[in-house]
């Protein structure tokens, strides 16, 4: 189904990304990411080829995943998310880094061994349109992992079948149909009946609604909640677009360009959000109140993502900051690239004046709020409509309202 690619990534020199690896009172976590770089090699020349540099694709996240609750991880297409949920699954091999599931380095395991903790990990794929063979039964794909791990007899396979069908909500008698048969919500219904079929501990869920009519992908998210309390699963919930994610995950961690910006309990990013890219992103999802989404104006970002193959020097995300700018495009977001650090309990941001977000103007107006106490009043440059930095024409003033 997909190309683990295991020789394309090689070992790469850099420092060590940054951030810290939280563990709650509620024990060890399931899964932990320390600094995961995954780099895809670059080459050049047909005969002999050239390694001339690296998609630094995930350089040095670090995150844990706690059992039984939904990681969010949210940012631009291309920032990373499909590799770091791919690495932790071991379809990619790091390139550094280290990644522990319930304890043990997988980063160290091979053959036997490795195939034996992949069971506990699965995968839901966006497109339920490309990532089921249409060759195959539904009845097929779901059993096939039953079958790769030579679990039970056929009699039996073909009855855990029908459970999981009607466990996905589906007719156990659909199991002879083929994937064409079916809509695209029963699709991503047949695709996660085969994540379930080996009992996982962890879903790693890339954009699984993505792809899907807006009208089904309510349908979809409550299935999935649904079987979380039902199987006591942990889901790294992958999405390009954090509305999708912000009311079904426990926590949050944004990314941009191989990077986590911010990492943060669901409801304390959503109200107070401490990155710039994350307040962006904020401004561009509506409020549901006419009143209050007149006053919000758009924070919209300058140009697009520059290339993970050369990445900006110090902060990555200083080319196309907001905040930066009405610092006054201060030297330090070029020079030095920002950890990850805890700002707020259990809040972490990337961000050398993350502290200048909080209570500003931009963040309250993101999340709704009237700013009861701006730490500024400055004018913030709307980078959109084409306009340079700096333009006077650009130059609006945020309501206070
Ligand atoms: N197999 C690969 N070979 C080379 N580059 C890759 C490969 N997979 C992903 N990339 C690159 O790595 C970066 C991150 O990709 P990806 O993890 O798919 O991002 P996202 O899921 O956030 O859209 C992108 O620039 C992408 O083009
Ligand atoms: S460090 Fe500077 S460029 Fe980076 S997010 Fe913060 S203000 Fe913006
Ligand atoms: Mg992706």
């Given at each position: 189904m997909?190309?683990?690619?295991?020789?394309?990534?090689?070992?790469?020199?850099?420092?060590?990304?940054?951030?810290?690896?939280?563990?709650?009172?509620?024990?060890?976590?399931?899964?932990?990411?320390?600094?995961?770089?995954?780099?895809?090699?670059?080459?050049?020349?047909?005969?002999?080829?050239?390694?001339?540099?690296?998609?630094?694709?995930?350089?040095?996240?670090?995150?844990?995943?706690?059992?039984?609750?939904?990681?969010?991880?949210?940012?631009?297409?291309?920032?990373?998310?499909?590799?770091?949920?791919?690495?932790?699954?071991?379809?990619?091999?790091?390139?550094?880094?280290?990644?522990?599931?319930?304890?043990?380095?997988?980063?160290?395991?091979?053959?036997?061994?490795?195939?034996?903790?992949?069971?506990?990990?699965q995968m839901i794929f966006q497109d339920p349109y490309a990532s089921l063979n249409?060759?195959?039964?539904a009845?097929?794909i779901i059993?096939e992992p039953?079958?790769?791990?030579?679990?039970?007899?056929?009699?039996?396979?073909?009855?855990?079948?029908?459970?999981l069908?009607?466990?996905v909500?589906l007719?156990?008698?659909?199991?002879?149909?083929?994937p064409?048969?079916f809509?695209g919500g029963q699709r991503q219904r047949i695709g996660v009946a085969r994540a379930l079929a080996?009992?996982?501990?962890?879903i790693v869920a890339d954009e699984p609604i993505?792809a899907l009519?807006?009208?089904?992908?309510?349908?979809i998210?409550?299935l999935l909640?649904?079987?979380?309390?039902?199987?006591?699963?942990?889901?790294?919930?992958?999405?390009?677009?954090?509305?999708?994610?912000?009311?079904?995950?426990?926590?949050?961690?944004?990314?941009?360009?191989?990077?986590?910006?911010?990492?943060?309990?669901?409801?304390?990013?959503?109200?107070?959000?401490?990155?710039?890219?994350?307040?962006?992103?904020?401004?561009?999802?509506?409020?549901?109140?006419?009143?209050?989404?007149?006053?919000?104006?758009?924070?919209?970002?300058?140009?697009?993502?520059?290339?993970?193959?050369?990445?900006?020097?110090?902060?990555?995300?200083?080319?196309?900051?907001?905040?930066?700018?009405?610092?006054?495009?201060?030297?330090?977001?070029?020079?030095?690239?920002?950890?990850?650090?805890?700002?707020?309990?259990?809040?972490?941001?990337?961000?050398?004046?993350?502290?200048?977000?909080?209570?500003?103007?931009?963040?309250?107006?993101?999340?709704?709020?009237?700013?009861?106490?701006?730490?500024?009043?400055?004018?913030?440059?709307?980078?959109?409509?084409?306009?340079?930095?700096?333009?006077?024409?650009?130059?609006?003033?945020?309501?206070?309202?």
């Open positions: 997909i190309d683990p690619n295991l020789g394309s990534v090689v070992a790469s020199p850099t420092p060590a990304g940054v951030g810290s690896n939280e563990v709650d009172g509620a024990g060890r976590p399931l899964v932990e990411v320390d600094r995961l770089k995954v780099y895809f090699p670059i080459t050049e020349g047909l005969v002999f080829e050239r390694h001339i540099g690296d998609v630094q694709a995930v350089d040095g996240v670090t995150f844990s995943l706690r059992r039984g609750e939904t990681l969010g991880l949210v940012g631009e297409s291309g920032c990373g998310k499909s590799t770091t949920g791919r690495a932790i699954i071991r379809l990619y091999k790091p390139t550094e880094g280290s990644i522990s599931f319930d304890g043990v380095d997988l980063t160290t395991l091979s053959g036997d061994q490795l195939r034996r903790m992949r069971r506990r990990m249409p060759r195959m039964t009845g097929g059993g039953l079958e790769i791990h030579g679990i039970g007899s056929g009699g039996e396979r073909r009855e855990r079948v029908r459970e069908l009607a466990t909500g007719n156990p008698d659909f199991g002879e149909r083929y064409h048969e809509s080996l009992n996982p501990d962890l993505s009519d807006v009208s089904i992908q309510a349908q998210i409550n909640e649904r079987l979380q309390g039902q199987f006591d699963l942990t889901y790294l919930f992958i999405a390009h677009d954090l509305s999708v994610v912000r009311h079904i995950s426990d926590r949050i961690a944004v990314m941009y360009l191989g990077r986590i910006v911010e990492l943060a309990p669901s409801r304390d990013l959503n109200t107070r959000p401490l990155h710039p890219y994350t307040v962006a992103l904020l401004s561009a999802i509506p409020i549901p109140d006419p009143a209050i989404e007149s006053r919000r104006r758009r924070i919209i970002l300058k140009g697009d993502v520059p290339s993970p193959a050369a990445p900006p020097e110090g902060c990555r995300f200083h080319t196309r900051c907001w905040l930066r700018e009405k610092l006054g495009n201060p030297e330090r977001c070029v020079t030095e690239d920002p950890a990850l650090r805890l700002i707020e309990t259990g809040h972490e941001a990337a961000c050398h004046f993350a502290e200048d977000v909080a209570g500003s103007v931009e963040q309250q107006q993101v999340v709704g709020r009237p700013a009861s106490r701006p730490r500024s009043s400055t004018p913030v440059a709307s980078p959109g409509d084409g306009a340079a930095a700096g333009d006077p024409a650009a130059v609006q003033q945020i309501p206070t309202a």
